[in-house]
Each structure stands twice: as structure tokens, then as C-alpha cells.
């Protein structure tokens, strides 16, 4: 840490107020002061508005009320690049990266210097920044190629390359594996004692207390704590983020007696070449099944294979105990799979699309005139009582699924498959980059759709969860099954063992 006591805040933010056209008010007189040469934790549940005030510095929207310094002169930035001209770069946590682009060029892209490189000194400076930060990464790769951590890092290294005096970085590692995350948090301690100052958003906080030197909580757009980092307790932050809610976590435990059912999910010699196999499973009505396994383990490429999304795999799904005779997602869906896919963002909602649209979507011919005239009047009420089940935090059903936390859009992604005809669910990370509130939501919601006679297939990084919320955890290991275990007879030290190959 370089902070020098008479230097002024790199950036300051001084009762800074947003609220929407919709009238939700997402922060309520923030401030927030960040030191030279240190990290400074941003924490909350989601919707607490951290996401708001991270756009708000960054130049992405404009406060209601309040002002910013920078460098100790007042700034009122209304651009992205404005910020990032004067020295300030954000990684998102939907960094909007350019799919069919190179790393290469997605790294250097919009740096007005490099127009005037050529290759051979882009493919150098890029080579430089992998580097500095330890990290490996072919430069010809196509990012839409790329897994979400692999992108998650492309997006940092695209920071980097500005050079920036303070870095934003919203949910960094929700999307990274353990070894990716040591990287990350190596290259921030180093470019912290050269001078680069942060801003990091992170739900998990283990990685706060580790990483930081000061943190600011926020709770419903208002800040309810600002402290130094080595003065302050775990137990502290979680009941300055969730209070009570913490303990919501334990609705999720699996409940010994509900009966396990019948298989409704048989899988059999299933196997992609160069991705995973052959594995055999099963899921019985009732049950709660986790898959862990680490980065690259061949989880998520089993899921999708599943769902008829990998054309390359070969093996025998059963439904219900009927075979499906041909395997597209298509295909799967009526005969009564869902899948909540890992990026929700990207994969599972139209962001621009209203809350209500996203919900209604898959039931649109059921809810319309004669199955040709949609009805909105129904499609509102249908959102309206996926608000009220699920507990989604929105003003109304016309927000933008892009405007809501984290947590709340994975309720809606949920929301698009309870009301149809779905037996079987695959969930890919659903509780990735939710705060630990939502994170309760989502697992109880879990264990509702096996006490209601449904099984599920789940997949998480963390494996407290997937201990919290399933009846058996399978770990998976160079896209092989490499062992089962009941939930209860397990441990995280034991699992993460088995999927290291230890």
C-alpha cells in the first residue's frame, strides 16, 4: 500500500443520489473516498446499488444529485471515455467484449494509440500485459471461443492496456477459477504497490478481507459501513450486508424425509470427444444432484450436451423414461428439460427486454388469442405472480431485466421454466455472482422444485453450495465421473481433494 497521508483521494464521491424513471431509487447519498495506491472493497447483497455506483464513477449513467472529484478537482463525466481519457478504467461485470474479434483486438480495442502499431508491437504490448499478470493466452483466439473466466480476463487485460490510476472491477472473479482468481489478485497487489488504485466489487468475502486495505458496505443505496479493512470482523459484514437473511441458508438443507422417486433423468455412456465422457448418471423425482469439479472439468459442456446443445455428443438420454429420439434443445425442452445456463446474461434473457417479455416468453402461444394474438394483460399477470413466488426485487414488471441486480435476473431466468411443463432442471452455476441473500433464495427455490417432485441436476464452483443443497454431489475430473458421495457424508476438504486428482 502506497498511500502517502497528504495526498489527496485519487477519486471521491460526495452524496451522490440516482433514481430511475421508473422511480426506483437505487442510491441514496453515497460517499465513498478511494486513497492512492490502495484497494478499496465495495460490498453489499444485490440491489444494494453498488453496480449504480460503479457506472456512476465510471461515466456509463449520471448521479440524480451529488458530485465526484478527481485527483481533487471536480469532474462530471458523461462518457465512459471521458472517465477513461482522464485515467479511470471499469470492467463490468457484463463486459461488452466484440465475440467474433480476436483477443488481440479486443484487448487494444478503441486505444487510440494502437491504431498507429502494427501487429508485431500489439501482439509485444499484449505479450507484456500476459506477462505482468501471469496469465496465458493465445492472441489469434476468437473470444467467442473463449470460457467465460478466459473472457472475464480479456476484459481485464483490455483495463490494463490504458494504463489506468484507478481500475473498477465489478464481480472479477464470479466467473474465474481458483487459479484464475490467484492471478487476478497477484497482479492487483502488484500494480497496488506501483500506484494503481482499485475499486472492487465482490460478493465473496473472503476475498475483501484478503485483498483490500478499506471497504464500504452499502444496504439499500445507503452506506452502513466505511472502515479499514484490518479492523473489521467477518461477522461484521455479513450483518451489516444481510442480517437475519443469513440464516435463510439452512432452508436449503435436504430434508431426509422426502422419498426419492423414480428415475426421471437417465443418462448413459454419454460422451463429446475432446470435452468430457463417458459418464452415467441419474436423478430421481425428489432428488437434488451437484456436480463438482473444477474449471475445465467438463461440467458445464455435460449440461449442455444434455440439453441437445452439443451436436458432437453421443450416448443415451432418458426422460421420464423415454428416450429422446432425436437431442436439440429443442426437442429436449418438450419433453420436459430446462436449462439455467452458467452466463444468464448472455445465454438465459434478453437484457433489454422487460421483465415481464422475458418471463412470459416461452409460454407466449399458451397466453395469446387463439395461440396467434398475445394477450399482455396475461403475460403481466404471469410476471406479476413470478414477482410474488420467486421474491424478485423490481419497481414493476416493465423494468428491463438489465436493470436488476444480479440475483434478481436469475430469478427471472427461473421464472421462464416453472410455469410449463418442465420435469428435470440443469442449472449451471445459478447462484454465480448473487449475494449471499439471493444466494438463500435460490437454493430454498431448489429444494422447493425437488419437494414438488422434480429432479435437478446442479452445477457450482462452490461446493458449500452444492453441500447446502443436494441429496448427492458426483465430482467430475477430466470430463469423468470420479466419484459420488452422499451430501451429508462429505465435506468441502473431501471434494475439492477428489477433484484436484489428490
Given at each position: 500500500m502506497t498511500?502517502?497521508?497528504?495526498?489527496?483521494?485519487?477519486?471521491?464521491?460526495?452524496?451522490?443520489?440516482k433514481?430511475?424513471?421508473?422511480g426506483t431509487q437505487a442510491l441514496r447519498g453515497v460517499s465513498l473516498t478511494v486513497r492512492p495506491g490502495t484497494v478499496h472493497g465495495l460490498i453489499g447483497a444485490n440491489g444494494a446499488g453498488k453496480s449504480t455506483l460503479i457506472k456512476i464513477l465510471s461515466g456509463v449513467e449520471v448521479a440524480t444529485a451529488g458530485s465526484i472529484a478527481w485527483q481533487g478537482e471536480p469532474v462530471s463525466w458523461t462518457s465512459p471515455a471521458q472517465a477513461l481519457a482522464a485515467g479511470l478504467a471499469a470492467v463490468h461485470q457484463h463486459t461488452p467484449l466484440v465475440g467474433p474479434l480476436t483477443v488481440l483486438d479486443n484487448v487494444f480495442l478503441g486505444l487510440r494509440d494502437s491504431r498507429r502499431w502494427d501487429a508485431d508491437r500489439r501482439r509485444r504490448e499484449l505479450a507484456g500485459l500476459l506477462d505482468k499478470i501471469g496469465?496465458?493466452?493465445d492472441a489469434a483466439q476468437i473470444v467467442d471461443d473463449l470460457?467465460?473466466?478466459?473472457?472475464?480476463?480479456?476484459?481485464?487485460?483490455?483495463?490494463?492496456a490504458r494504463r489506468p490510476s484507478l481500475i473498477l472491477l465489478d464481480e472479477p472473479t464470479a466467473s474465474l477459477s481458483p487459479a484464475e482468481r490467484d492471478i487476478l489478485f497477484r497482479s492487483i497487489r502488484r500494480l497496488r504497490d506501483q500506484g494503481t488504485s482499485f475499486v472492487y466489487v465482490s460478493h465473496f468475502l473472503d476475498e475483501i478481507l484478503d485483498l483490500t486495505d478499506h471497504l464500504t458496505v452499502l444496504r439499500d443505496g445507503r452506506v452502513v459501513a466505511d472502515a479499514a479493512t484490518a479492523s473489521t470482523q467477518k461477522s461484521d459484514l455479513v450483518e451489516a450486508i444481510v442480517g437475519a437473511r443469513l440464516g435463510r441458508i439452512e432452508a436449503g438443507n435436504p430434508d431426509?424425509?422426502?422419498p426419492r422417486g423414480e428415475p426421471l433423468l437417465e443418462v448413459e455412456q454419454l460422451r463429446s470427444p475432446g470435452r468430457f465422457g463417458p459418464v452415467t448418471l441419474t436423478v430421481h423425482a425428489g432428488e437434488v444432484v451437484g456436480l463438482a469439479g473444477l474449471l475445465g472439468s467438463g461440467r458445464t459442456e455435460l449440461l449442455q450436451a444434455i440439453f441437445g446443445a452439443d451436436r458432437a455428443a453421443s450416448g443415451m438420454v432418458r426422460i421420464d423414461g423415454r428416450a429422446l429420439p432425436r437431442r436439440s434443445p429443442h426437442h429436449c425442452v418438450r419433453a420436459g428439460l430446462a436449462l439455467v445456463p452458467e452466463d444468464r446474461m448472455r445465454q438465459g434473457l434478453l437484457r433489454d427486454w422487460e421483465l415481464w417479455r422475458n418471463v412470459s416468453l416461452p409460454y407466449v402461444s399458451g397466453l395469446s388469442w387463439r395461440r396467434w394474438f398475445p394477450s399482455r394483460r396475461a403475460e403481466l399477470a404471469l410476471a406479476e405472480r413470478a414477482i410474488t413466488d420467486l421474491g424478485i426485487v423490481a419497481a414493476s414488471p416493465e423494468v428491463p431485466v438489465g436493470d436488476l441486480s444480479g440475483g434478481n435476473a436469475q430469478k427471472v431466468v427461473f421464472a421462464k421454466w416453472l410455469y410449463g411443463s418442465a420435469r428435470v432442471f440443469l442449472l449451471d452455476e445459478p447462484c454465480a455472482g448473487v449475494d449471499v441473500g439471493a444466494k438463500a433464495d435460490i437454493i430454498h427455490l431448489v429444494r422447493q422444485l425437488a419437494a414438488r417432485g422434480h429432479g435437478v441436476l446442479i452445477v457450482a464452483s462452490e461446493f458449500e453450495e452444492l453441500l447446502g443443497a443436494c441429496d448427492r454431489v458426483m465430482v467430475m475430473r477430466r470430463g469423468q465421473i470420479a466419484g459420488e458421495y452422499p451430501a451429508t457424508a462429505t465435506d468441502v476438504r473431501e471434494l475439492t481433494a477428489l477433484a484436484s486428482g489428490l
Open positions: 498511500d502517502s497521508p497528504g495526498a489527496p483521494p485519487v477519486f471521491a464521491a460526495l452524496d451522490v443520489h433514481t430511475y424513471s421508473s496469465y496465458d493466452l470460457s467465460v473466466g478466459a473472457r472475464q480476463m480479456v476484459a481485464i487485460l483490455q483495463a490494463l431426509p424425509s422426502c
